[in-house]
């Protein structure tokens, strides 16, 4: 059970634009940063968005973060083939003296 | 380039202890702590712990705590993470990660998958 909480697939087709939820709390997204992780399969996850909406160097702009209270969201717009991966939100726990994730979303491309 | 380099697959049975190495190379090893999260099988990330290169100041996850030991060289630019008493639930995949700020783990090794079966 995460902390915080993802649904477990989302769907798009290609071009299409899908947004990614994350929930958590008061003690972990509402008050700190939030990040997102992308993991293609069989691989390591990758860094895709922090603090938010920040993205690192070689992340297109087609990926975006927000947040609104104790939810986060990724936006991911024209869709690709290459997005088909598992989509992973995390944040520091003020609680938990620690970093929580959620249980990652499978994102298929149709 | 910076990179994080992590020590082959292990085949363990119950009981058995496991020692993981995560080599650093690309950038100043000292500056950044590294952090250890498990993939169990099919599942998603779990945080365990992460150390200071400076010092060797571990913070650990509560659910990690006592499960796990951190370690570092700095005379190699290398992170460890040892288990002792392996049991089939320690499967899966043991990544490190290069902590920069306060929140984002910006480089990760390859993984180490840990298989225990007796």
């Known amino acids: 059970q995460s902390v915080l909480t993802q649904s477990p697939s989302a769907s798009g087709t290609l071009g299409q634009r899908v947004t990614i939820s994350c929930a958590g709390s008061r003690s972990n997204i509402a008050d700190n940063n939030v990040v997102w992780y992308q993991q293609l399969p069989g691989t390591a996850p990758k860094l895709l968005i922090y603090?938010?909406?920040q993205r690192p160097s070689g992340i297109p702009d087609r990926f975006a973060g927000s947040k609104s209270g104790a939810s986060a969201s990724l936006a991911i717009r024209g869709l690709q083939s290459e997005d088909e991966a598992d989509y992973y939100c995390?944040?520091?726990?003020?609680?938990?003296?620690?970093?929580?994730f959620g249980g990652g979303t499978k994102l298929t491309v149709l | 380039e910076v990179q994080l380099v992590q020590s082959g697959a292990e085949v363990k049975k119950p009981g058995e202890s496991l020692k993981l190495s995560c080599k650093a190379s690309g950038y100043t090893f000292t500056s950044y702590w590294i952090g250890w999260v498990r993939q169990m099988p099919g599942k998603g990330l779990e945080w365990m712990g992460i150390i200071s290169p400076v010092d060797s100041k571990t913070i650990y996850s509560p659910s990690f705590q006592g499960q796990v030991t951190l370690s570092v060289d700095k005379s190699i630019t290398t992170a460890y993470l040892q288990r002792s008493s392996l049991r089939a639930s320690d499967t899966g995949i043991y990544y490190c990660?290069?902590?920069?700020?306060?929140?984002?783990?910006?480089?990760w090794g390859q993984g180490t998958l840990v298989a225990v079966s007796s």
């Open positions: 603090r938010i909406n």
């Open positions: 990660a290069r902590l920069t700020g306060t929140d984002v783990f910006d480089i």
């Open positions: 995390a944040a520091w726990d003020d609680s938990l003296n620690g970093w929580v």
